[in-house]
């Protein structure tokens, strides 16, 4: 092998080790998109605090979440692992799916996104969650909620 090409493999190499090393953990991959989905469960609704309705258009978004998470958010303190938080999502008042995200760990982006169909099973065509992940990235000083100020603001029972 002459010494360019070496110089080139090693290159290659290095930026293909160096690209491993920082890639980013936290992207879900075709490979392990079924995985990632499977750690969101669908919550027991009823036990759910509704804390915010959201309307735009002929969409109306039921927000859900216990009031637990929303002590904690009027508290300024994070969100309990565990918690879950609903959008429910009506077009033209007739239900067509649940958006579920859930608190996964300690961290403060430990959270799954998952949709739902009407049935409560899980929504899979096309829905991404980690295409929610990345949108909700925006939202990271508010606890990854983009109504993170109802639940802040809503009257604790």
Not at 131 to 148: D, K, P, V
Request: hydrophobic content about 35%; aromatic content about 10%.
């Amino acid at each position: 092998m002459t010494k360019r090409l070496m110089s080139v493999a090693f290159v290659g190499t290095v930026a293909l080790v160096g690209t491993y090393t920082i890639w980013p953990t936290n992207i879900i991959s075709p490979a392990n998109a079924a995985e990632e989905m499977q750690a969101v469960t669908f919550p027991e609704l009823e036990k759910l605090v509704h804390y915010t309705t959201v309307r735009r258009g002929r969409t109306r978004e039921h927000m859900l979440t216990t009031q637990s998470a929303l002590d904690a958010i009027q508290a300024g303190e994070p969100v309990p692992t565990g918690t879950h938080v609903v959008l429910v999502d009506f077009q033209s008042d007739e239900l067509a799916r649940y958006l579920v995200s859930e608190k996964t760990g300690d961290a403060p982006g430990d959270w799954s996104y998952q949709a739902f169909t009407p049935d409560r099973t899980f929504k899979m065509d096309d829905e991404s969650p980690a295409r929610c992940y990345s949108c909700h990235q925006s939202r990271e000083s508010r606890q990854y909620m983009f109504t993170y100020n109802d639940a802040k603001s809503r009257l604790v029972k």
